[in-house]
């Protein structure tokens, strides 16, 4: 199975900041690599499908990044709205595994 | 618009078994590969099943092997997993998810259905 570690697990920010988060592969996945966007209590919402690109209506504000083992998902100015966890995911073989998840709180 | 309406969830006994519907609407369902992912109470996703857009191909994790089977009827546009031999770890809200065709991500989410499993 090919483990998906993101960090931080929380990171704290305030509106306007840039914010990046990393996930990395425990092998090689190619640009296999999505990032969802989850509120508590709702259903995750996609982000960047191969690693870098952005899935129709999602602020251009998004971005992703990498290759192989190592992504990152960057956010270039915080919003209100954008305080949610995030999750990568390969889908690069089955089992499809998630990350841990990282939860972008206010400061 | 594309719409995932999943059903069936409750509160079952442990060892009893539970069969999860996901009704699909606004969008051609039998184009579509589609997944069961779950979320544990205050925990992270977990990816429970796959079934290609035919049905002919299925995986599952193997935290759910031999007890769960996902399967798909496209004349009802519906989604299903069976789960059997249900255990307390089970317990998690269970979303189904639509993948575009060849590509394993998912682009559409339902709300969830939420499996309590508990004597």
């Known amino acids: 199975d090919i483990q998906m570690t993101q960090s931080p697990t929380t990171l704290s920010a305030s509106v306007g900041d840039r914010v990046t988060i990393t996930c990395r592969a425990g092998q090689w996945i190619s640009s296999w690599l999505a990032w969802y966007q989850q509120k508590p209590g709702k259903a995750p919402k996609l982000l960047i499908y191969?690693?870098?690109d952005l899935e129709s209506g999602v602020p251009s504000r998004f971005s992703g990044s990498g290759s192989g083992t190592e992504f990152t998902l960057s956010i270039s100015s915080l919003q209100p709205d954008d305080f949610a966890t995030y999750y990568c995911?390969?889908?690069?073989?089955?089992?499809?595994?998630f990350g841990q998840g990282t939860k972008v709180e206010i400061k | 618009q594309v719409q995932l309406v999943e059903s069936g969830g409750g509160v079952v006994q442990p060892g009893r078994s539970l069969r999860l519907s996901c009704a699909a609407s606004g969008f051609t369902f039998s184009a579509y590969a589609m997944h069961w992912v779950r979320q544990a109470p205050g925990k992270g996703l977990e990816w429970v099943a796959f079934i290609s857009y035919d049905g002919t191909e299925t995986f599952s994790a193997d935290s759910v092997k031999g007890r769960f089977t996902i399967s798909r009827d496209n004349s009802q546009k519906t989604l299903y997993l069976q789960m059997s031999s249900l255990r307390a770890g089970d317990t998690a809200v269970y979303f189904c998810?639509?993948?575009?065709?060849?590509?394993?991500?998912?682009?559409?989410w339902g709300k969830g259905t939420a499996v309590t499993v508990s004597s």
């Open positions: 191969r690693a870098s």
């Open positions: 995911q390969q889908y690069h073989s089955s089992p499809y595994t």
């Open positions: 998810a639509r993948s575009p065709t060849t590509l394993r991500y998912m682009d559409a």
